[in-house]
């Protein structure tokens, strides 16, 4: 006796109802056999990839808290896994910095792991350079890192018992003059000179012009300057108030030309009195042309 259901399969009843379940539970089982050799094999390769990771993780981790070689085979590892390695060094701003005090400063060559390079260590370095005055370290992943470089500006040289050396806007110095590479300078004479050349740069800056003949200049008594420019002529400054001074020599020069005579001395010691001592061989010139020996 058979019934029919209501999608119109007529289907046993009694140990022929059973067989059937048997056979359907039997398909369903190979079915699920030829399935799990793929899923496993996925599940098997996925969990070989993390288990690379977690074993360079610990190995790093541990590398990193004794400071053991595993921990530079860790940064290795990951870096040639993600492609982080220093293929190209780019420097900017650097004018007097030797090359290889950069690179020995940096501790970075090609093919090194960025991975936990520490670009702040590496500025603290640069930094300490003579010539630094500011620095920034940046690595631009995957494989770049860049050192701007911000430098003092050499503007005169002092000499003193250590020797010959470059001095910036300040008077700080920034580097001996070994090889005479800024012979090209003003050269600061006399005890104090480093530490007043601040206030006498500050007072020269606004006369480009003067800045620009100036040859050297000597700090006299810890008190005043004499200023010696390139043709020759000397000026001696007053102790007190030489902007005003500079401001008279300034305009001497505009309408005067005294800066070209071969030799000579202005003395603008005295405020209210300006004395020329001219060559005896001077000839006629804009500076006599017109006036007397005291002004």
Excluded: C
Excluded at 62 to 71: D, E, H, L, Q, S
């Amino acid at each position: 006796m058979s019934w029919r259901n209501p999608r119109g399969r007529s289907e046993p009843n009694g140990s022929g109802d059973a067989i059937v379940r048997t056979q359907a539970a039997l398909r369903i089982a190979l079915a699920n056999l030829e399935q799990k050799p793929k899923l496993w094999r996925r599940v098997l390769e996925g969990a070989r990839a993390w288990a690379g990771v977690f074993i360079i993780l610990a190995l790093a981790s541990v590398g990193y808290v004794y400071r053991a070689p595993v921990w530079d085979f860790a940064q290795i590892q990951i870096a040639k896994a993600t492609g982080a390695e220093v293929d190209k060094i780019t420097v900017e701003g650097a004018q007097y910095s030797s090359p290889d005090d950069l690179r020995t400063a940096l501790q970075l060559a090609k093919g090194d792991s960025l991975v936990a390079y520490n670009t702040s260590s590496a500025r603290e370095r640069v930094e300490a350079l003579p010539w630094v005055r500011l620095a920034a370290v940046e690595k631009r992943l995957p494989d770049v890192v860049l050192l701007t470089v911000y430098e003092h500006v050499p503007l005169a040289r002092v000499e003193d018992d250590d020797g010959i050396w470059v001095v910036n806007k300040d008077g700080t110095k920034i580097e001996e003059d070994v090889q005479n590479r800024f012979a090209s300078l003003p050269l600061l004479h006399g005890e104090g000179a480093p530490e007043a050349a601040a206030t006498l740069f500050a007072m020269l800056t606004t006369y480009p012009n003067l800045m620009a003949q100036l040859d050297g200049a000597t700090f006299v008594g810890k008190r005043r300057w004499n200023l010696a420019f390139k043709s020759g002529v000397m000026v001696m400054l007053p102790e007190d108030d030489a902007s005003a001074a500079l401001v008279l020599l300034g305009r001497l020069e505009a309408t005067r030309h005294v800066l070209a005579l071969p030799s000579g001395t202005i003395d603008l010691r005295l405020s209210e009195r300006i004395t020329l001592k001219l060559p005896a061989d001077v000839g006629a010139n804009p500076v006599t042309n017109g006036v007397e020996d005291k002004i």
